[in-house]
């Protein structure tokens, strides 16, 4: 029997379990946080933009009827996205944080329509539809035990499934096919709201600082449940939004 104890080494790792443990005290929780406030943000920016540019006939007139500026602005989106996804390890978190800002206002402006198809009592409703959705499935993503990276390689699948049937569904024009495609698109954006919230959460807790490095991360991660709620709550929207007549 060994009965030689070797302090020093039972002292470090007394140490590195401290650290361990203030860490997921402490820097986690905050990381966590600048999540959903980064996301918060983006939301309120998108909303006020909407709602500001509905409000503003002049600017709808100069969107709405200029097809190549509407376009225009929808693949300046989608190019943002691509560059703060594919460059976020080349930028700074200030560069960063200014073109997810932007991206924000942009799809503010391309989201303004909402004010003008629906209702103002069911924009508000399936707002607060969408939230608490939103809410149990982040939940739920957060505390599961379960792995739901599997799930997730058959919601973007699905996702892709999905943006192919919307591109076929505006050359039909069949009515059936566009409300098959709303629910689908629900299930799909609440499961990767579940699935993203536990990808976000295994990223950060692997974090071994609050450095930039983590804070680009938990960037990205407000990204993904942005665009998880926006899709989710425009999907909503077009099964529960009552129209202007």
């Known amino acids: ?14 140490i590195n379990g401290s650290e ?11 990381l966590m946080r600048k999540v959903y406030i980064w996301m918060a943000l983006a939301l309120s920016i998108t909303g006020l933009t909407a709602y500001g540019v509905a409000n503003s006939p002049a600017i709808l007139s100069m969107i709405y009827t200029n097809r190549l500026l509407f376009f225009g602005l929808l693949i300046a989106e989608v ?6 996804s594919a460059s976020i390890n080349k930028l700074s978190l200030t560069t960063a944080t200014l073109l997810y800002v932007l991206y924000s206002v942009l ?7 909402i004010f003008l198809v629906y209702t103002a009592e069911s924009i508000t409703s399936t707002f607060f539809i969408t939230a608490g959705t939103f809410a149990a499935m982040a939940a739920v993503g957060y505390f599961t035990k379960s792995d739901l990276s599997s799930i997730g390689k058959y919601l973007f699948m699905a996702l892709i499934g999905l943006i192919i049937a919307t591109i076929v569904s505006l050359f039909l024009h069949s009515s059936m096919l566009n409300m098959i495609i709303s629910y689908v698109g629900v299930l ?19 974090a071994d600082s609050m450095d930039e490095g983590a804070q680009k991360i938990a960037l990205m991660g407000a990204l993904s449940l942005y665009l998880d709620f ?6 909503l929207l077009r099964i529960l939004g009552n129209n202007r007549n």
């Open 1 to 14: 029997m060994n009965n030689n104890f070797d302090l020093e080494r039972f002292q470090q790792e007394v």
């Open 230 to 235: 926006i899709n989710l709550f425009l999907y």
């Open 107 to 113: 799809n503010g402006v391309t989201l303004a329509f």
């Open 20 to 30: 361990q443990s203030r860490w997921a005290s402490t820097v986690f929780p905050a």
């Open 188 to 206: 799909i954006f609440v499961g990767l709201t579940a699935y993203d919230t536990q990808k976000i959460k295994k990223m950060l807790m692997a």
């Open 79 to 84: 190019a943002l996205v691509w560059i703060v």
